[in-house]
């Protein structure tokens, strides 16, 4: 392989995929995307960047014209939206979803100088979507562009309190040596839906089958990342009444136990539309639901606390959904919203870096110990 240990970063959003590779030395020399708030948060962290190019995937002569030379990696984390009932399950034929072929055949277009690394991300959507089928489309595409694959699930809650379950596809290109391995058992990385996809699709370049490790225990807390101080913007008790007023009588059964103990809880809420209504949902397993788009009322989360204070809720602050993502000190810039599409859109950066140490970097080494030999190209 000769490419140097650069990657290409699509659907960049803010640039978290990105941060989660630096540590490694990996150097990103073109970032995509075509959102400008985005852009700006993307520059508040890595500062004025040229290589982040605003503009659709689907002019395809624009951004391989953008490309400098050959990378070793590209990463797409293109949009769930149609994978999800947000999108009314289009799925790949969704307008937003269909972005992923726009990225494949920048792929194809770039020819001899197409990177021999490729990284997919997504919601566990995409193993489901159609019944299965555009997982098997999208992986059928990589490999006709000659890419061996992998794929796990991996959950963010390994690595920050935050429930984040997303679907990584690996590719590599022939030419990199990877060991011969028995197809996958149903485990903590491999859902028994996906390994029945791994089992019985017969790819042209054939599956990868890695030896992953199981993820490690989380070390941060959710009260780590919450503030609870009195400067909050902590919602009125007609507020929080409210909200307690729209709870199934489970939930706040839960809530009402909770407030009679001696011990401060930290959990967090969405609202929901159930059965006609709106539904208040709460939990207080330690974690914080997944972090969503504020579109709606239901895509932003809720903040309870049960303290010496009583009942306090509120909406979870940008910061905190910076914590949740692994960046505590991102420089926010912009309008809240702004922020929190950003954070919602993006990837958890310690879940990135584990994929990075356990599957990127591996094979990329892999490679270049392999092209010193005389045996890859």
Same mark, same amino acid.
Request: hydrophobic share 40%.
């Given at each position: 392989?000769?490419?140097?240990?650069?990657?290409?970063?699509?659907?960049?959003?803010?640039?978290?995929?990105?941060?989660?590779?630096?540590?490694?030395?990996?150097?990103?020399?073109?970032?995509?995307?075509?959102?400008?708030?985005?852009?700006?948060?993307?520059?508040?962290?890595?500062?004025?960047?040229? &290589?982040?190019?605003?503009?659709?995937?689907? @002019?395809?002569?624009?951004? /391989?014209?953008?490309?400098?030379?050959? !990378? =070793?990696? *590209?990463?797409?984390?293109?949009?769930?939206?149609?994978?999800?009932?947000?999108?009314?399950?289009?799925?790949?034929?969704?307008?937003?979803?269909?972005?992923?072929?726009?990225?494949?055949?920048?792929?194809?277009?770039?020819?001899?100088?197409?990177p021999p690394l490729v990284l997919l991300e997504n919601v566990p959507g995409f193993l489901t979507s159609r019944q299965g089928r555009d997982f098997v489309t999208a992986a059928e595409t990589l490999a006709g562009l000659g890419y061996r694959?992998?794929?796990?699930?991996?959950?963010? &809650?390994?690595?920050?309190?935050?429930?984040? @379950?997303?679907?990584?596809? /690996?590719?590599?290109?022939?030419?990199? !040596? =990877?060991? *011969?391995?028995?197809?996958?058992?149903?485990?903590?990385?491999?859902?028994?839906?996906?390994?029945?996809?791994?089992?019985?699709?017969?790819?042209?370049?054939?599956?990868?089958?890695?030896?992953?490790?199981?993820?490690p225990e989380r070390g941060v807390r959710l009260e780590d990342v919450i503030d609870r101080d009195d400067a909050q913007d902590w919602w009125s008790k007609v507020?929080?009444?409210?909200?307690?007023?729209?709870?199934?009588?489970?939930?706040?059964?839960?809530?009402?136990?909770?407030?009679?103990?001696?011990?401060?809880?930290?959990?967090?809420?969405? @609202?929901?539309?159930?059965?006609?209504?709106?539904?208040?949902?709460?939990?207080?397993?330690?974690?914080?639901?997944?972090?969503?788009?504020?579109?709606?009322?239901?895509?932003?989360?809720?903040?309870?606390?049960?303290?010496?204070?009583?009942?306090?809720?509120?909406?979870?602050?940008?910061?905190?959904?910076?914590?949740?993502?692994?960046?505590?000190?991102?420089?926010?810039?912009?309008?809240?919203?702004?922020?929190?599409?950003?954070?919602?859109?993006?990837?958890?950066?310690?879940?990135?870096?584990?994929?990075?140490?356990?599957?990127?970097?591996?094979?990329?080494?892999?490679?270049?110990?392999?092209?010193?030999?005389?045996?890859?190209?």
């Open positions: 392989m000769d490419a140097d240990k650069t990657f290409c970063e699509f659907f960049a959003g803010i640039g978290l995929v990105g941060e989660g590779l630096r540590a490694s030395g990996w150097a990103c020399v073109y970032a995509n995307d075509i959102a400008p708030g985005k852009r700006e948060l993307y520059e508040a962290l890595n500062g004025p960047s040229p &290589r982040y190019h605003l503009e659709d995937v689907n @002019r395809t002569a624009e951004i /391989v014209a953008r490309i400098p030379g050959r !990378p =070793a990696l *590209a990463t797409a984390s293109f949009p769930c939206v149609d994978l999800s009932l947000a999108g009314h399950y289009r799925g790949l034929d969704g307008r937003e979803s269909s972005t992923f072929f726009a990225f494949a055949e920048v792929l194809r277009t770039l020819g001899a100088r197409r694959l992998d794929a796990f699930v991996l959950d963010a &809650r390994h690595f920050a309190p935050q429930s984040r @379950r997303r679907v990584f596809v /690996v590719g590599a290109v022939e030419e990199i !040596p =990877a060991p *011969a391995r028995p197809a996958s058992q149903p485990g903590m990385l491999r859902p028994a839906n996906l390994v029945k996809i791994l089992s019985t699709l017969r790819l042209p370049t054939g599956w990868l089958n890695l030896d992953l490790p199981d993820p507020e929080v009444d409210r909200h307690c007023r729209m709870m199934s009588d489970d939930h706040l059964r839960q809530v009402e136990k909770l407030r009679a103990g001696a011990t401060p809880r930290i959990g967090t809420a969405f @609202r929901r539309v159930r059965s006609g209504g709106q539904r208040t949902e709460v939990r207080f397993d330690g974690l914080a639901g997944c972090l969503r788009t504020p579109r709606g009322g239901s895509g932003k989360q809720i903040v309870v606390a049960i303290d010496a204070c009583g009942l306090r809720m509120r909406w979870m602050t940008p910061r905190e959904y910076a914590r949740l993502q692994g960046m505590p000190d991102f420089p926010l810039i912009g309008s809240r919203n702004q922020q929190l599409f950003g954070f919602g859109d993006a990837v958890c950066v310690p879940a990135i870096q584990w994929v990075d140490r356990q599957v990127l970097t591996p094979l990329y080494e892999s490679a270049r110990a392999s092209r010193g030999n005389g045996h890859a190209g």
